[in-house]
């Protein structure tokens, strides 16, 4: 499952597409979901990106995110605090 609930925050499994032309979510694929991002994955610009991105399609502070696994790698693991599963599909645009 790439979205659950644990306790009050949201646990999201992404997978990145660094160098895009522009920032966008791709949909559902593999069972994660696909974000392609204009940064390089360099020196953390594309996990920068990343959260920058996210929270303001969600509108929730960057402080709320974190990349708990991942940190090197396409695949990621982001916990979001204080937002439910429900709360971060409809801000994505997603249903389930």
């Known amino acids: 499952m790439w979205i659950h609930s644990d306790g009050s925050s949201t646990i999201l499994e992404c997978k990145i597409h ?26 953390g610009k594309a996990n920068k990106a990343l959260v920058k991105y996210i929270s303001k ?10 990349i708990t696994h991942g940190e090197k790698s396409r695949i990621k ?11 971060v599909l409809s801000g994505l645009g997603l249903t389930q």
């Open 18 to 43: 660094p160098n895009a032309k522009k920032d966008s979510i791709d949909g559902i694929k593999d069972n994660m979901l696909c974000v392609h991002l204009s940064a390089p994955p360099v020196e």
């Open 57 to 66: 399609r969600l509108h929730i502070a960057k402080s709320k995110i974190s």
């Open 77 to 87: 693991v982001l916990c979001l605090d204080g937002i439910g599963p429900e709360e």
